[in-house]
């Protein structure tokens, strides 16, 4: 059996070992939060932080999770958290809001690395999500205004 920790929490997985990430997440444990996209790693709605970086639980396997942190966008929460998500709000970023989990975790993942990110250093860190809606600059202006509010503390 895998044990794998997801948003804190220990949990045992019946699926077998081969099964992503993605479908444990979701059709086991029942966290829908995380999209299924494409399910070739390319469009990012299914990021995930797994001990600290940012996962395509599509492309990973549970067994390649055991013994690490995952975090999915419901366990989203603390001061980075906080002020993503009030930024998010303030600017309307989401359209349709599908790819929004994803970017989200990027986004987090970001801003634990580098509290005060570039448009450029922005780009690099969510360039594995895509947004139909193309909400890219609001996602931008978000990500800044969330630094903002970290950093003033």
């Given at each position: 059996?895998?044990?794998?920790?997801?948003?804190?929490?220990?949990?045992?997985?019946?699926?077998?070992p081969e099964t992503?990430?993605?479908?444990?997440?979701?059709?086991?444990?029942g966290l829908t939060g995380t999209k299924y996209g494409c399910g070739h790693g390319?469009?990012?709605?299914c990021i995930v932080n797994v001990d600290d970086t940012q996962v395509h639980a599509c492309?990973?396997?549970?067994?390649?999770?055991?013994g690490k942190k995952i975090t999915t966008?419901?366990?989203?929460?603390?001061?980075?958290a906080d002020a993503i998500f009030d930024a998010w709000k303030a600017l309307d970023v989401a359209q349709c809001g599908f790819c929004q989990?994803?970017?989200?975790?990027s986004a987090s993942v970001l801003l634990a690395n580098n509290?005060?990110?570039?448009?450029?250093d922005i780009d690099e860190a969510l360039k594995h999500n895509l947004c139909r809606c193309a909400t890219y600059v609001r996602v931008r202006k978000a990500i800044h205004q969330a630094a903002d509010?970290?950093?003033k503390g």
């Open positions: 059996m895998i044990k794998l920790n997801i948003n804190g929490e220990d949990r045992e997985i019946t699926s077998p992503p990430l993605l479908w444990v997440i979701r059709d086991e444990i390319v469009c990012g709605c492309k990973n396997t549970v067994a390649e999770m055991q966008i419901e366990g989203q929460q603390g001061k980075i989990p994803g970017q989200i975790n509290p005060n990110p570039t448009d450029e509010t970290l950093a």
